[in-house]
């Protein structure tokens, strides 16, 4: 079975969609499936050759609609070359191209046999994205174009992949027409962690000096407004002032990710000046890959995601495969799986929420802590492993529930 995946870009500082790709390879080889992936990222970028399967870097992209002029010729050049193809990601000129292309091709030659088209929105018919405070000329946009393309794009595919039964169940509320032929949960997970070695942690040392061996929270993820990185700053100064917080107790907080010279980085990295005897308990590092990352996430105490909205969350998984709690809102679109089995603490995304969950954690005695990431690792090997989401996906791609 040959496999083509379409999405705007490949680059691992994109976020989700590209390492979830990624993270499939060795599965689905193992199952026999051919991959390849168009995008459209300079055919120059840096990230391009490091990995196994072919990637058609065929942009760079123009303007916020990621549109890629070549597309469409490639795509018309290539598409019977495949079996099966799966649209990344929505909103942009990549799924509309797709569209066109195989609309085109079904009106020219109809009865020839067309690859299977799969659309899997990685988050992006969630709700949230229609009632954010901050989003509401976008949501209009989204509404409009929803009318116009987007609408066709989902309901005219073979069907649509979902990475859990709550983002499922969202994407049936935010836009009308919803009418997909097929829903699958197909699921997701990870490749295990590399097992644990010294040169982890001088990685990560290097890139986070001043730490000293002190226990730490850890954020690893993009410094933006969804990611509710700006309440855990708050939550963590009121906690670090707070007469009520045990002399001492408080961990440190080491925050790791891209965005930092963003608007919104410098406005949250501000905060700590306010704030500036908390500063020597924050740490900011950029974008931690390879032993760097993976010290991180085996040397901290816990992970911690206050998102606003996240469709599944890598990194959260990453974190239980790694032994560790996880303190995450319940906006994550896995947290019921999560609170079922007390493999970390849920709370709400907001202030008082990520208040909570600090001052939960601080409270567990280290016996606690340690039953916890058990749990984690336990919740990771039964739900988020790769075999079973790799199967998943091979009987989507088949037409079987």
């Not at 055919?43 to 070549?70: R, T, V």
């Not at 066709?152 to 992949?161: C, H, I, P, T």
């Not at 995450?328 to 202030?351: F, K, Y």
């Amino acid at each position: 079975m040959r496999l083509l995946h379409i999405i705007s870009s490949m680059d691992p500082l994109s976020g989700g969609p590209s390492q979830g790709i990624r993270n499939l390879d060795k599965a689905m080889h193992d199952m026999g499936v051919i991959r390849e992936v168009v995008c459209l990222d300079a055919p120059e970028s840096n990230y391009l050759g490091m990995d196994d399967f072919k990637i058609h870097a065929i942009g760079p992209w123009q303007g916020p609609w990621c549109y890629g002029y070549q597309l469409n010729a490639w795509l018309k050049d290539n598409i019977f070359r495949f079996n099966v193809i799966i649209i990344n990601g929505l909103w942009l000129h990549s799924s509309y191209a797709t569209w066109k292309v195989i609309n085109h091709i079904k009106k020219r030659y109809p009865g020839k046999n067309i690859p299977r088209v799969l659309v899997m929105p990685h988050g992006m018919l969630d709700p949230y994205f229609q009632r954010a405070k901050e989003r509401k000329l976008k949501a209009v946009r989204n509404w409009l174009y929803w009318k116009i393309i987007e609408s066709k794009v989902v309901n005219d595919a073979d069907g649509l992949l979902f990475t859990c039964e709550t983002e499922l169940f969202l994407a049936r509320k935010s836009f009308s027409p919803y009418q997909p032929k097929k829903e699958y949960n197909v699921g997701y997970g990870i490749e295990p962690p590399p097992l644990y070695h010294q040169e982890m942690s001088a990685a990560f040392n290097k890139r986070c000096p001043g730490l000293n061996g002190a226990p730490y929270l850890l954020f690893l993820s993009r410094n933006h407004p969804k990611k509710g990185v700006d309440l855990l700053i708050k939550a963590f100064i009121k906690l670090q002032k707070s007469t009520n917080t045990v002399k001492g107790a408080m961990p440190k907080l080491v925050i790791a990710g891209p965005g930092l010279d963003t608007p919104f980085g410098k406005m949250i990295q501000q905060e700590l000046v306010k704030a500036n005897e908390v500063t020597a308990s924050v740490f900011f590092t950029d974008m931690l890959e390879g032993d760097a990352k993976w010290g991180a996430f085996y040397g901290c105490e816990a992970f911690v995601l206050p998102s606003h909205q996240e469709n599944f969350g890598i990194a959260v998984v990453e974190a239980m495969a790694c032994r560790k709690p996880v303190l995450i809102s319940n906006q994550v679109n896995i947290w019921r799986e999560i609170m079922a089995e007390n493999g970390g603490i849920v709370d709400d995304d907001n202030l008082s929420g990520v208040e909570n969950m600090l001052r939960k954690w601080i409270g567990l005695k280290q016996e606690e802590k340690i039953q916890m990431g058990n749990r984690a690792i336990s919740i990771y090997q039964n739900k988020f492993t790769l075999d079973k989401t790799a199967a998943n996906f091979f009987a989507a791609f088949n037409g079987q529930d």
